[in-house]
T-cell receptor, first 109, second 113 residues
Framework: DAGITQSPRYKITETGRQVTLMCHQTWSHSYMFWYRQDLGHGLRLIYYSAAADITDKGEVPDGYVVSRSKTENFPLTLESATRSQTSVYFC????????FGPGTRLTVT | QKEVEQNSGPLSVPEGAIASLNCTYSDRGSQSFFWYRQYSGKSPELIMFIYSNGDKEDGRFTAQLNKASQYVSLLIRDSQPSDSATYLCAVIPGGFGNEKLTFGTGTRLTIIP
């Protein structure tokens, strides 16, 4: 029972392509979050979800789309990847205390 | 002004000494405060949280909160080389009912054997 998993762990894609990062949790937590982590900026919230079918924007939502049809899954889609979206992406879950997945390192060439 | 500020370091501390990590926040209504540890190439790991003014101890770690000064700190006693990591301060601004964390950029701590 891994708790929270992310896939893929590493991804290289080209500018303009669509990319989906997956996040899965086994704890049945209501809240799920997507962050990106970049040098000099720390962790920044992209989108979050309070429950299935309820999502809201965070600090840096532009260029990203999320959905949450099931409590346990929270995919993040880059509709048309740009080089500025090269980053490490973390999914997290929990209420108040958040627990992070292992991350996805995405490179956009 | 950033909502959560930390000295980026690096902070170097001899093994066995006390490491002191500091964080200030701008939203006076904040109620929940968290410390995460992040090893290089790994994901953040929650090590402590504190909600009330004063000190909270957990093993070698002590979190201190001073809401009047808008200041939260983390003390690590008997520092070990395995404590070398980046420490992230996080705050839930705006009081209870808001689940979104705002993170500082982290302080890199190095424990010197």
């Amino acid at each position: 029972d891994a708790g929270i998993t992310q896939s893929p762990r590493y991804k290289i894609t080209e500018t303009g392509r669509q990319v989906t990062l997956m996040c899965h949790q086994t704890w049945s937590h209501s809240y799920m979050f997507w962050y990106r982590q970049d040098l000099g900026h720390g962790l920044r919230l992209i989108y979050y979800s309070a429950a299935a079918d309820i999502t809201d924007k965070g600090e840096v939502p532009d260029g990203y789309v999320v959905s949450r049809s099931k409590t346990e899954n929270f995919p993040l889609t880059l509709e048309s990847a740009t080089r500025s979206q090269t980053s490490v992406y973390f999914c997290a879950t929990g209420t108040f205390e958040q627990y992070f997945g292992p991350g996805t390192r995405l490179t956009v060439t | 002004q950033k909502e959560v500020e930390q000295n980026s370091g690096p902070l170097s501390v001899p093994e066995g000494a006390i490491a002191s990590l500091n964080c200030t926040y701008s939203d006076r209504g904040s109620q929940s405060f968290f410390w995460y540890r992040q090893y290089s190439g790994k994901s953040p790991e929650l090590i402590m949280f504190i909600y009330s003014n004063g000190d909270k101890e957990d093993g070698r770690f002590t979190a201190q909160l001073n809401k009047a000064s808008q200041y939260v700190s983390l003390l690590i006693r008997d520092s070990q080389p395995s404590d070398s990591a980046t420490y992230l301060c996080a705050v839930i601004p705006g009081g209870f009912g808001n689940e979104k964390l705002t993170f500082g950029t982290g302080t890199r701590l190095t424990i010197i054997p």
